[in-house]
């Protein structure tokens, strides 16, 4: 039952595959980064309320270009994945050349949220886009994704540590009305602050 429960209004509104194609708008701008596997379409999904907005797959790494979602108080832009080996060689040198220019030059880009499965938090590649978003002063939430599939003490145990050694962090999951509500919560305050 989800009575109560406030989604986001999202629209998917287009794709790029190049910052140069990205959308132009005035509205502020938050960023979903993550692993291929960690959750990022799923969780567009659950905070919208609405099941195929954000393209779900069993293989990991669909998003393969900057997808923009507006919000009433802005955007959410779902970047591709990392992390997932299939993906080409070129496909992967664009994204290395392509993310750090969204970072650097996007001028209403506020913030991001970076994915993350709380079965195995931060890896390596994690650190690195953490640590990117850190060298453009880009506050970032860590989302610590799958929580259902772990028990509630270890998932307490993982958020500490992770909130301890990181900052701001959530723990969330798609089939929990509690921690989607947050997590809507926590992006709109992000949107309109």
Request: aromatic content about 10%; charged content about 25%.
């Amino acid at each position: 039952m989800k009575l109560n429960l406030k989604f986001l209004e999202l629209m998917f509104m287009g794709s790029a595959a190049e910052f140069d194609q990205c959308l132009q708008h005035d509205m502020r701008e938050i960023a979903f980064v993550g692993a291929s596997n960690a959750g990022k379409s799923s969780a567009i999904n659950a905070i919208s309320n609405q099941k195929k907005l954000a393209k779900t797959s069993k293989t990991p790494g669909k998003t393969k270009l900057f997808n923009f979602f507006k919000a009433k108080l802005g955007y959410i832009v779902d970047f591709p994945g990392y992390g997932y080996s299939k993906v080409s060689k070129s496909q992967k040198k664009d994204w290395a050349k392509e993310l750090p220019k969204y970072f650097s030059s996007r001028e209403n880009l506020i913030g991001a949220v970076l994915f993350t499965d709380i079965r195995n938090p931060m890896r390596e590649l994690d650190l690195t886009m953490f640590e990117m978003l850190a060298t453009y002063d880009l506050p970032t939430l860590i989302v610590l994704t799958k929580t259902d599939k772990v028990s509630n003490e270890e998932a307490e145990t993982v958020y500490k540590k992770i909130n301890n050694s990181f900052g701001n962090s959530l723990n969330f999951s798609i089939k929990d009305n509690t921690s989607i509500e947050r997590l809507v919560k926590k992006i709109s305050g992000l949107l309109s602050s």
